[in-house]
């Protein structure tokens, strides 16, 4: 059975940072297909960044900002998130697919089968 556990949500100023971590049990972590995904209120949740095996790519509206990143030796993904705006509020999950092969959407969220409970992110200007 696959879980996915997250941490590091919080609530900060406009311009701070926090970083994310998602335990993985049941996954393993190393030359996978994970992603990180937000969901504003009333908007669609969406991709952040994405690892898939080796290749990080990160949307548009928090590139150079975010970076996602691994620590196999815990199985852990993570998402170092610095100068933080009030738009990335949200809440974040980490996601991972089980099938990595292929061609396939990697920032839509329909494409992974495992999700973490979220986090929540607040940031204030």
């Known amino acids: 059975q696959v879980q996915l556990v997250e941490s590091g ?12 971590a998602c335990v ?3 996954y393993i972590v190393r ?7 937000r969901q504003a209120p009333g908007k669609e949740r969406e991709g952040v960044a994405v690892s898939i095996y080796s290749t990080r790519k ?5 590139k150079g900002r975010f970076t996602i990143s691994q620590d196999n030796a815990k199985n852990t993904l993570h998402l170092q998130m610095n100068s933080l705006k009030p738009e990335d509020t949200g809440m974040y999950y980490c996601a991972a697919r089980q099938e990595c092969g292929g061609r396939w959407a990697w920032f839509r969220q329909t494409e992974y089968n495992y999700w973490g409970q979220g986090t ?3 940031v204030s200007s």
Do not use: K, P, Y
Request: proline residues 0%.
């Open 24 to 26: 993985a049990s049941g």
């Open 120 to 122: 929540q992110v607040t």
């Open 31 to 37: 030359n996978s297909c994970m992603g990180w995904f």
């Open 9 to 20: 949500g919080g609530s900060v100023q406009a311009g701070g940072s926090l970083r994310h």
């Open 58 to 62: 990160s949307a548009d509206s928090v």
